[in-house]
């Protein structure tokens, strides 16, 4: 089993639609929560940062965790075709583990 | 501020080839993180340097190898190429040690191995 299940999609959306992008993980010792934008042929950017279990919201976007589940989302609100891009979750627990857990990622396009 | 840069842009090579990508970090930035990004398959971790030193390193084969130099900015090292490198391959950085520090990620190296 992978540290971190993420749907690849590909997933298309209207433009107003609400989107909601998931992770799944296995370990328990991650603390820290992340989600990355990656634009076609750049790096990943931050996007959302979260620690353990609730709710951050930053504008358009909400980033959940659930930790007694072992699950994170993002939602995005009214999606517009900029927000057309690879989504990527990823995780961080602690010195012991030493690096961040990615996610596949998974590619959203939202059409006009 | 200048972001994470990376060089070359692209890179091709044939198989059993030695090939050097390069990355210098956000001034102030101790950390390097290498990724490697096939296609379908993720983010995938390589290698961390902090200081100087190497400090955590993902499930790859001697070959890919690497070091930070003392103005913190990094070589990754990839010998005896094989077909399936063909990959993206990430910088990141952060200002200190761990991955709770944020990681702010260079545009990569496209590599091609022919």
């Known amino acids: 089993q992978k540290e971190v299940e993420q749907d690849p999609g590909p997933l298309s959306v209207p433009e107003g639609a609400i989107v909601s992008l998931n992770c799944t993980y296995s370990?328990?010792?991650?603390?820290?929560f992340m989600w990355y934008r990656q634009y076609s042929r750049k790096g990943p950017e931050l996007l959302m940062y979260?620690?353990?279990?609730g709710n951050k919201e930053d504008g358009r976007f909400t980033a959940q965790v659930d930790k007694s589940s072992k699950y994170i989302s993002l939602f995005i609100r009214d999606s517009q075709p900029s927000d057309s891009a690879t989504y990527l979750c990823?995780?961080?627990?602690?010195?012991?583990?030493?690096?961040?857990?990615f996610g596949r990622g998974t590619q959203l396009t939202v059409w006009p | 501020e200048a972001g994470v840069t990376q060089s070359p842009t692209h890179l091709i090579k044939t198989r059993g080839q030695q090939a050097t990508l390069r990355c210098s970090p956000i001034?102030?930035?101790?950390?390097v993180y290498w990724y490697q990004q096939a296609l379908g398959l993720g983010l995938q971790f390589l290698l961390w340097?902090?200081?100087?030193?190497?400090?955590n390193r993902g499930n790859f084969p001697p070959r890919f190898s690497g070091r930070q130099f003392p103005n913190y900015s990094s070589e990754l090292n990839v010998n005896a190429l094989e077909l399936e490198d063909s990959a993206l391959y990430l910088c990141?950085?952060?200002?200190?040690?761990?991955?709770?520090?944020?990681?702010?990620f260079g545009p990569g190296t496209r590599l091609t191995v022919l």
């Open positions: 990141a950085s952060s200002e200190g040690q761990g991955g709770a520090d944020t990681q702010y």
């Open positions: 370990n328990s010792a991650f603390q820290y």
């Open positions: 979260t620690y353990s279990s």
């Open positions: 990823a995780m961080w627990g602690g010195s012991t583990l030493g690096r961040l857990y």
């Open positions: 001034s102030g930035h101790t950390s």
């Open positions: 340097y902090d200081e100087g030193e190497e400090r």
